[in-house]
């Protein structure tokens, strides 16, 4: 596989988009990946299931204001550049 | 040696002397002082460059222009030092290069026969991690770098002995090997935040770990190269054992929980996540050198 940066950053914006289009209420919930489905208790290790929803979440709050900026740039760029 | 006649402590602020007259040379100093602006002491044609720049000082506008340039630059440079600093620190980068050549072979030869270092601890020294010029164990970054360089070395001479060259698969070549190393860090880091350790392990520390497979790379390549396929599985399998060694045995030293010293002795639950952390990232670097290399030696 040869990459190129430029690869990489598109790869790493779909990612990003991808984990920023996991609605809370309707699908993550019914999977049981809600963020206030088992958190459970001042345990001293969270567990990766944990880790994981604590991940998305904040990602999806991180960024998604920056992800507006950068997807409107990019559908911009690739509008005019191909 | 003319240019070391203008330079040194005193001799390129007096324009009075005589332009070739050299100053004594200073026995303490390591490297030549080239503060002093530019050289005067260079015959006649440096005083028709003096002439020309007295000239042009004198007009006030040049000069006053010539200060507000020297305020934007100076204030640019400041903030370019602040953003760079708010995204990494150069101090920290600095000390993955402090390395001297007796610490490059021994990390070397570490690198290819890892199975009779017996202590693989970073030492510290007041809550500092050493310099790699003093412990052999630090990471760094001189190593993995230089090694990355001659790999796209290698590359271009592998690929022009079977006339398959040309520049632009030279980048790509590359590009390449630098994706795959981020990506393996960022891989890194997330299974690292997944099983919740708790270790000074920064990205570059990493990104050092990553690189070193580098080395490992360019012995494949040059067994490909010297002994044809033989030697190129023969080199891959060796520099892969020792790599999956040093790493599970770097990386166990430095996520182990009991061998931190914070007062509790118990023993915590990541410990079986941290060994898969551990172990998977062992096993994966087979895997992406022969994929990195393999189109090299067909």
């Given at each position: 596989?040869?990459?190129?940066?430029?690869?990489?950053?598109?790869?790493?914006?779909?990612?990003?988009?991808?984990?920023?289009?996991?609605?809370?209420?309707?699908?993550?919930?019914?999977?049981?990946?809600?963020?206030?489905?088992?958190?459970?208790?001042?345990?001293?290790?969270?567990?990766?299931k944990?880790?994981?929803?604590?991940?998305?979440?904040?990602?999806?709050?991180?960024?998604?204001?920056?992800l507006?900026?950068?997807?409107?740039?990019?559908?911009?760029?690739?509008?005019?550049?191909? | 040696?003319?240019y070391h006649?203008?330079?040194?402590?005193?001799?390129?602020?007096?324009?009075?002397?005589?332009?070739?007259?050299?100053?004594a040379?200073?026995?303490?100093?390591?490297?030549?002082?080239?503060?002093?602006?530019?050289?005067?002491?260079?015959?006649?044609?440096?005083s028709?460059?003096?002439?020309?720049?007295?000239?042009?000082?004198?007009?006030?506008?040049?000069?006053?222009?010539?200060?507000?340039?020297?305020?934007?630059?100076?204030?640019?440079?400041?903030?370019?030092h602040?953003?760079?600093?708010?995204?990494?620190?150069?101090?920290?980068?600095?000390?993955?290069?402090a390395?001297?050549?007796?610490?490059?072979?021994?990390?070397?030869?570490?690198?290819?026969?890892?199975?009779?270092?017996?202590?693989?601890?970073?030492?510290?020294?007041?809550?500092?991690?050493?310099?790699?010029?003093?412990?052999?164990?630090?990471?760094?970054?001189?190593?993995?770098?230089?090694?990355?360089i001659?790999?796209?070395?290698?590359?271009?001479?592998?690929?022009?002995?079977q006339?398959?060259?040309?520049?632009?698969?030279?980048?790509?070549?590359?590009?390449?090997?630098?994706?795959?190393?981020?990506?393996?860090?960022?891989?890194?880091?997330?299974?690292?935040?997944?099983?919740?350790?708790?270790?000074?392990l920064?990205?570059?520390?990493?990104?050092?770990?990553?690189g070193?497979?580098?080395?490992?790379?360019?012995?494949?390549?040059?067994?490909?190269?010297?002994?044809?396929?033989?030697?190129?599985?023969?080199?891959?399998?060796?520099?892969?054992?020792?790599?999956?060694?040093?790493?599970?045995?770097?990386?166990?030293?430095?996520?182990?929980?009991?061998?931190?010293?914070?007062g509790?002795?118990?023993?915590?639950?990541?410990?079986?996540?941290?060994t898969?952390?551990?172990?998977?990232?062992?096993?994966?670097?087979?895997?992406?050198v022969?994929?990195?290399?393999?189109?090299?030696?067909?």
């Amino acid at each position: 596989m040869a990459f190129t940066l430029y690869a990489l950053l598109q790869a790493a914006l779909l990612f990003v988009n991808a984990i920023a289009v996991l609605h809370e209420e309707r699908f993550l919930r019914n999977v049981g990946w809600g963020t206030d489905q088992g958190i459970g208790g001042f345990g001293e290790e969270p567990g990766i299931k944990a880790q994981l929803m604590n991940l998305i979440r904040s990602v999806r709050t991180v960024m998604r204001v920056p992800l507006i900026a950068v997807n409107s740039i990019t559908i911009v760029l690739l509008l005019l550049f191909g | 040696m003319a240019y070391h006649q203008g330079y040194g402590g005193q001799g390129s602020k007096h324009r009075g002397r005589g332009p070739l007259v050299p100053p004594a040379p200073d026995p303490h100093q390591l490297f030549d002082d080239t503060s002093a602006g530019f050289p005067h002491a260079q015959g006649t044609p440096a005083s028709g460059i003096d002439m020309g720049f007295n000239t042009l000082l004198a007009d006030p506008m040049a000069n006053v222009a010539v200060a507000y340039g020297s305020s934007i630059a100076s204030q640019s440079k400041d903030i370019v030092h602040k953003e760079i600093h708010r995204f990494m620190s150069v101090n920290r980068l600095k000390y993955f290069f402090a390395v001297d050549t007796a610490y490059v072979t021994k990390k070397l030869a570490l690198l290819l026969f890892p199975y009779a270092h017996q202590n693989w601890e970073v030492r510290y020294s007041r809550d500092t991690p050493l310099t790699p010029r003093q412990d052999i164990n630090a990471p760094d970054l001189y190593i993995p770098s230089m090694a990355f360089i001659t790999y796209i070395l290698l590359a271009g001479i592998a690929l022009g002995l079977q006339q398959r060259f040309s520049p632009e698969v030279l980048g790509m070549c590359a590009s390449t090997a630098f994706v795959w190393v981020i990506i393996e860090v960022l891989a890194l880091l997330l299974s690292l935040y997944l099983v919740t350790v708790q270790s000074d392990l920064t990205p570059f520390d990493l990104l050092a770990f990553s690189g070193y497979k580098y080395v490992g790379m360019i012995l494949a390549v040059l067994g490909g190269l010297l002994f044809g396929s033989d030697g190129y599985y023969v080199a891959l399998a060796w520099t892969s054992c020792a790599l999956m060694y040093f790493l599970a045995r770097s990386l166990r030293m430095k996520l182990h929980p009991s061998l931190v010293p914070d007062g509790m002795g118990h023993p915590r639950g990541g410990g079986r996540g941290q060994t898969y952390v551990t172990l998977g990232a062992a096993a994966c670097q087979p895997l992406i050198v022969y994929w990195l290399t393999f189109h090299l030696v067909r």
